[in-house]
């Protein structure tokens, strides 16, 4: 007998992203720790999540090259285009 | 400097970033940042204050790519060498580490509309609605990627984590002296 309606891909999709409401996520959560397998596959899922937001992470601290801060700052010459390795 | 000159430099990390992980070529995606910028501060004028100026700038940016696309007849994701991400965190965890760097090598197999929607909305934050906006496409087309664009990257990883029953077999014949 099923007591719960089950969960959607748009659940694991919201809970990947942290967009599930409270009372929802609770009804994830319990199905989740009934279902083993799906919940391996979500632990993998948001996992990969992690790592690729952990690379973005990084990149993010990479200082802004002088050539772009140089188009902005400048607002009354016209922007110089400039392309690599010219 | 002017409030929206400010917004646009504030987004700067974010668009080079996501014009770094989209190419696996760190030149050309800065070369395309320039392009999207020069476009962006003529246009300053158009973006209205109070809307998302990251989704805006990613339109622009996907504009230029697309423009670039057109004019130079290739693909502007293909590889050109070098690795969008080859400067990976250093985690404090081994396994962590070499996980890190197998996502990162799965994700420059995905197809570049792949790799957009996953950008957009799990990295950069936009919502389904703007991601929508800035791809031109419908909001169902949005979450279809990105699922599929889920999948694509574990099957990947998996098949890279699970032992090749080939090479098992290859094994038990040398042991066998086959």
Same mark, same amino acid.
């Given at each position: 007998m099923k007591l719960r309606p089950p969960i959607s891909d748009d659940d694991i999709e919201a809970l990947l992203l942290g967009h599930l409401s409270p009372g929802r996520l609770f009804l994830v959560e319990v199905a989740?720790?009934?279902q083993p397998m799906l919940r391996d596959r979500v632990d993998a899922l948001w996992a990969d999540q992690d790592a690729l937001r952990s690379i973005a992470e990084?990149?993010?601290?990479?200082?802004?090259?002088?050539?772009?801060l140089a188009l902005l700052d400048d607002s009354a010459m016209p922007p110089v285009r400039r392309r690599h390795g010219t | 400097?002017?409030?929206?000159?400010?917004?646009?430099?504030?987004?700067?990390?974010?668009?080079?970033?996501?014009?770094?992980m989209l190419l696996n070529d760190p030149a050309h995606a800065d070369d395309l940042v320039q392009d999207c910028l020069v476009r962006a501060i003529s246009n300053l004028d158009r973006w209205q204050l109070g809307t998302n100026m990251r989704a805006w700038l990613f339109t622009i940016m996907r504009n230029v790519l697309f423009n670039d696309l057109r004019r130079a007849r $290739? +693909?502007?994701?293909?590889d050109c060498g070098g690795d969008a991400m080859d400067t990976v965190p250093v985690a404090a965890d081994?396994?962590?580490r070499m996980r890190v760097l197998d996502v990162d090598k799965a994700f420059t197999l995905l197809p570049s509309a792949h790799k957009e929607v996953?950008?957009?909305?799990?990295?950069?934050?936009?919502?389904?609605e703007e991601a929508a906006q800035v791809l031109g496409v419908p909001v169902g087309?949005?979450?279809?990627?990105?699922?599929?664009? $889920? +999948?694509?990257l574990r099957a990947t990883l998996d098949k890279s984590e699970k032992p090749q029953p080939q090479d098992d077999d290859f094994a038990e014949r040398i042991r066998r002296g086959a």
């Open positions: 989740l720790a009934e990084d990149l993010l601290g990479e200082p802004v090259p002088a050539r772009f | 400097m002017d409030t929206r000159r400010q917004a646009l430099l504030d987004e700067l990390p974010r668009l080079r970033r996501y014009a770094r $290739r +693909s502007p994701f293909l081994q396994e962590q996953f950008l957009l909305i799990a990295v950069e934050g936009l919502d389904y087309t949005v979450k279809s990627r990105l699922s599929r664009a $889920r +999948s694509d």
